[in-house]
Nanobody, 126 residues
Framework: QVHLVESGGGLVQAGGSLNLSCVASGNIFKINAMGWYRQAPGKHRERVAMTISDYSAHIGYSINLQEPVKGRFTITRAIAKNTVYLQMEQVNPRDTAVYYC??????????????WGQGTQVTVYS
């Protein structure tokens, strides 16, 4: 089994910053993709930022950031620690959502699968 644990959510004033982290543990050989989705009330879950393993990249992964967060959010990953971070800056009320960590195409003794964390609430007030 694979477990993802997020931390760092909370209440933040518009224009402020917040940092999220997610650690994966358990039956893991390799995680090919790791990142963040979010789901606002009444809306579908949407991708925020993902890292995809790429050993040709000097940092070992490539980054995919969605347009609404470009220039404000930064995603980084500690591959050896099975950890991904999301640095959120210049937040606004539209960033209010439950943020979910996703580990995609996780290779383990059972093959390959995707895993999700339980989610962490981020609330931005103006």
């Amino acid at each position: 089994q694979v477990h993802l644990v997020e931390s760092g959510g909370g209440l933040v004033q518009a224009g402020g910053s917040l940092n999220l982290s997610c650690v994966a543990s358990g039956n893991i050989f390799k995680i090919n993709a790791m990142g963040w989705y979010r789901q606002a009330p009444g809306k579908h879950r949407e991708r925020v930022a993902m890292t995809i393993s790429d050993y040709s990249a000097h940092i070992g992964y490539s980054i995919n950031l969605q347009e609404p967060v470009k220039g404000r959010f930064t995603i980084t990953r500690a591959i050896a620690k099975n950890t991904v971070y999301l640095q959120m800056e210049q937040v606004n009320p539209r960033d209010t959502a439950v943020y979910y960590c996703k580990a995609g195409d996780v290779l383990n003794t059972h093959g390959s699968d995707d895993y999700w964390g339980q989610g962490t609430q981020v609330t931005v007030y103006s």
